[in-house]
């Protein structure tokens, strides 16, 4: 299923597989390590990439997110971690991490999940109905600030059980 956008020439659409080469390059661009575009690949790897969208323009890839699963206390809730984000560095504060989480919010409301959580910046995310995770009893398995570690419900009542959201694996080695 291929999700269009159009915003300023882009294409917002599912990861194919000739897009690892140009998702490797934009997340290793915008992030200080190489460990985000290694997460990516190892996730990808390991079949645990349930939504990755690219932002397209002009036929080259210029952002892409993924959502991954996450359990509660252990056990599938049918929540997932938004994890990474990235945009090319020359094309950041253009909408396109917006136009990229608007999406994938979209793409995971399809694939049925219960809720979305994320460690990220307490400024971008809550403009998509994000709100730090604490409000739903839960913590993160990591060590973040309790602003930074934020949840969306998407299916009413379903995050309010509280308990720790624990990430895929492949997370560990970040």
Do not use: K, W
């Amino acid at each position: 299923m291929n999700i269009n956008v159009a915003s300023h020439n882009l294409t917002i659409r599912h990861e194919r597989n000739v897009d690892a080469d140009a998702i490797r390059a934009v997340t290793a661009a915008a992030f200080p390590t190489q460990a985000e575009a290694a997460l990516v690949d190892a996730l990808r790897r390991q079949h645990a990439a349930v939504v990755s969208l690219v932002a397209e323009d002009g036929g080259q890839v210029v952002g892409h997110v993924l959502f991954s699963p996450v359990t509660l206390d252990g056990s599938d809730q049918g929540m997932l971690g938004l994890a990474p984000m990235a945009v090319s560095p020359a094309r950041q504060r253009q909408g396109i991490g917006s136009e990229l989480v608007r999406a994938g919010l979209d793409a995971t409301r399809i694939c049925g999940a219960a809720g979305v959580v994320v460690v990220g910046h307490p400024a971008f995310y809550p403009r998509f109905g994000f709100v730090p995770a604490l409000r739903f009893g839960l913590r993160c398995e990591y060590d973040v600030p309790d602003d930074v570690f934020m949840a969306l419900e998407l299916i009413p009542g379903m995050l309010h059980r509280g308990g720790v959201v624990r990430y895929h694996r492949a997370f560990a080695d970040l």
